[in-house]
């Protein structure tokens, strides 16, 4: 498995940076696209979100240049905590002196998996 932490910070000597970002992402999913089917192995790749306005969890919409990222991708997770936006009104596992967690939420958004 080929774990890639951010999408959006991969380059290519085809496209540089200022030749457009949808461009750039565009041709990189396809690239990594063409690497798991080649090799046969799976990518799991974190993506950057839009600004979201308010307190939301994200949708398939929310993912930047999110048109080739989710027409090449076969599985789709949204994750979402409120960490960030109510730290002190959390839902958090854990009650009394123990030590207590936010809860993290995966959403499968879309699946096309074999298995």
Known sequence: VVFLDALHDVETKELARESGDTMRIELVVQRLSQLCTQFDIP?????????ING???PTLDDIRDSIKV?????????????LGSVKMMLDCLGDGDDIRQPVLEVDLRKNKSES
């Open 55 to 57: 307190f939301r969890r």
């Open 70 to 82: 989710r027409y090449e991708a076969r599985v789709v997770w949204l994750l979402y905590n409120e």
């Open 43 to 51: 990518m799991v790749v974190t993506a950057e979100l839009r600004k």
